[in-house]
Structures are given as C-alpha cells and as structure tokens.
C-alpha cells in the first residue's frame, strides 16, 4: 500500500510538471489519483471526473491543483472549496527554492525551483511561482496568481489575485498591481496598475482593459 495519496486536479501542463516535481527525489511509495475528464476519457488508471475530487471517498488525500494560467479565477475558486470543505492542499516548494522563515506561504502555492522568497512576503491561496522568480521583501503575492519565470518583485509590492505576470517582468519599489492584470513578456512596471489591465513594454504602457469574466 502506497504510503502517500495525492491528488490533481487537472492534468495539463501544470498537473504534469506538479506530478513531476512530487516524485523528485522522494523515497516513499505515491499513489497518484487524476482528476480529469480527458484522463477519465481514456481510461487512465486511477482517473476521474474533474468535478468529482470533492466525494467523501477522496478525502483522505493530498491535494494540488493542476490547472494553469488559463483558467485563473477556476483555480481561486477551487482553492476556497478545498479548504471549506476540509481537505488536505498543501503548498509544494521545491527543494532548491529560497523561502525566508518569515514568508507566509498559502495553500496550494507552487514554488518552482531557484524561486527566491524573501523577508515577511505573503504569498496567498493558489499562488505560482515559477523558476528564478524573486518575490523581495513585505511583498504580497494575491490568490491564484500565476507568475513567470525570471519575474522580479521588488520589495513592499502589492499584487491582486488572478494575475498573470509575464517571464521577465519586472515590478519596482512599493508599487501595487490590481486584480486580474496581465503583463507582457520583459515588462517593466514603474507605476501602480488599476485592475483588469494588459500591459506591456519597457517602461510599461497599457494595451487594454480585459473584460470581467
């Protein structure tokens, strides 16, 4: 019997790197359950329904979301059922990740690795933090935000949730960045963002204002 359950829900990308990143260098048995409709669709051992993760029966597991940056506000909510209904989702941080003691780091958040967390940063529910990432100090990370590789948060910045922050972007000094906002690959923001913003350029200049889904 394995001596770990863990579970995924959705297989993408995302899942499969999560799945990845749990197998690495451990030592005990994983048995893995995949909640995914294609998986299911194929047969897929140990496959299920994507709406199904939440059945009594699945409750003794540990679970991850798998879900990536296309499906933002999906994550957050799946997040807040998770924990109203009791399960067990943990953050996953890779071994070669740098999180300062002090960092606060939320159900769910994914910490890739050489991502660099430092003094007093929150990082909330559902938050990515993908390879060489550096989030610097007092900074606050909302639910469900996925951010690139290579991104850059100087200190005492606020970011909203459900924001996608492109590879290379860079965020200066005690800046704060709305809900929902999207950057461009290489962006550097020099000033606050409103919510529901794409952005993108050196310095930053705003493209459009995304509609609320």
């Known amino acids: 019997m394995a001596n770990r359950k863990v579970g995924i829900i959705g297989y993408g990308e995302g899942g499969k790197q999560i799945e990845y990143l749990i197998k690495e260098d451990q030592q005990e048995e994983i048995e893995f359950f995949y909640f995914d409709d294609v998986l299911q669709g194929l047969g897929t051992k140990n496959a299920f329904s994507f709406a199904s993760f939440d059945d009594n029966e699945f409750n003794d597991l540990e679970f991850y979301i798998g879900l990536g940056y296309r499906h933002l506000q999906v994550k957050r909510e799946l997040c807040e059922q998770l924990q109203k209904n009791g399960f067990h989702f943990p953050a996953l941080i890779h071994k070669t990740a740098y999180v300062h003691p002090t ?111």
Do not use: Q, W
């Open 103 to 213: 960092a606060t780091i939320g159900n769910g958040a994914v910490i890739y690795p050489m991502a660099n967390i430092g003094f007093n940063v929150v990082l909330s529910d559902g938050v990515v933090i993908n390879n060489s990432s550096v989030i610097s100090h007092n900074t606050f990370v909302g639910a469900a935000t996925f951010i690139s590789p290579a991104v850059s948060l100087m200190g005492f910045v606020n970011v909203g949730v459900e924001c996608f922050l492109g590879a290379g972007t860079i965020i200066a000094n005690g800046l704060k960045v709305g809900n929902r906002v999207t950057s461009g690959i290489g962006t550097m923001i020099t000033k606050d963002v409103g919510d529901d913003a794409l952005i993108i350029g050196n310095p930053s200049r705003l493209i459009e204002h995304l509609s609320i889904k």
